[in-house]
């Protein structure tokens, strides 16, 4: 059997594969992937009407590739009161929005009541509102910073209303990268043992991975394999997020940016690599929207949804400031020949626009 009847087979590939994988014809591997993403969505693309909120931008650590932390070159420092997050959540509530992504900085300064006080009282008034929040990297800064163990800040987490975690932080897992792109925070274990810790309560999370800047293919494929193998022990991660490095900003000299042909083969591998992992995700806010949209026929059935605002990508360059308006949104999806189908943050259907 060669490498494309094993995939069309539904059996699993390795390693080497994978790297095979990246060097097939661009169409044939789009229509691998395709076929992969049909079984098990066929042309549905889910998108969710969700708000990002970034409540800090005060950070202890120090990423060579992050353009939102204020410890960098970033000289507008800002610590958002409950109150302002609460008026965020009471507007978009007010506009049907289901879901918050709140993704801060590692701020030493708030204290942990302050992180964990903005959940409680967003659920507390929106119990209906499905709260997606601190990566894996804050869940550790949290837990040196106030003597705490993993186990302790993800129970408190769950009592103060945490629904879900976001895929953030992973970057590269490999270690040789991860120190050169930022060494000090949350290492690659630590950053798998505390999703696995989530899932083993029941608790479903999301995985990124930062791509085009100083890895090569075999670092994302190592990355990719690790996420397979801690799936096939929890069955936690709904989604996989390749989220497209962007260059201003920042302190991570990448000179040649990826091309639009390594960003598809990477959405494609990932595709049929990950076939434990039920959703591929094209986050437009760091593909563009245009890609994400070819990006449908190359394995991802996920869009991320509406934003509405966004800091952390967008101080390094993406256009992502302001989000994207639903109808457009809708109207793009279907102009490209797919079903857009609005979920929840756990992937139950919603609607089908
Ligand atoms: O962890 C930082 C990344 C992430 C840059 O779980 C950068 O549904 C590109 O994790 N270029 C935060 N990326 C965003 C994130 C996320 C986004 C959407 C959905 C979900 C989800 C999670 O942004 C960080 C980091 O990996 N990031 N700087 C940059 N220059």
Known sequence: MNLKEKILSGARIGFDEALELYEMDFFELAGLADMKRRRMHDKKTYFNINRHINPTNVCKDICKFCAYSASRKNPNQYTMSHEEILDIVKDIDSRGAKEVHIVSAHNPNTGLEWYLEIFKKIKTAYPHIHVKALTAAEVHFLACEYNKSYDEIIDLMIQNGVDSMPGGGAEIFDEGVRDYICKGKVNSQQWLDIH??????????????????????????????????????????????????????????????????????????????????????????????????????????????????????????AKSANGVELEEFVGLIKDSGFVPVERDSVYNEIKIW
């Open 196 to 317: 696995q810790k989530w899932h083993e309560r029941g608790m479903k999370s999301n995985v990124t991975m930062l791509f085009g800047h100083v890895e090569n293919r075999a670092h994302r494929i190592d990355h990719m394999m690790r996420i397979r193998d801690l799936q096939d022990k929890t069955g936690g991660f709904n989604c996989f997020i390749p989220l497209v490095y962007q260059s201003q900003n920042n302190y991570l000299n990448v000179k040649e940016f990826i091309t639009a042909n390594e960003i598809l083969r990477t959405y494609a591998v990932a595709r049929i690599v990950l076939d434990n992992v039920p959703n591929l995700k094209a986050y437009w806010v760091t593909s563009t929207v245009n890609l994400a949209l070819v990006a449908q026929e190359f394995g991802a059935n996920d869009l991320d949804g509406t934003i509405e605002k966004e800091s952390i990508n967008s101080a390094a360059g």
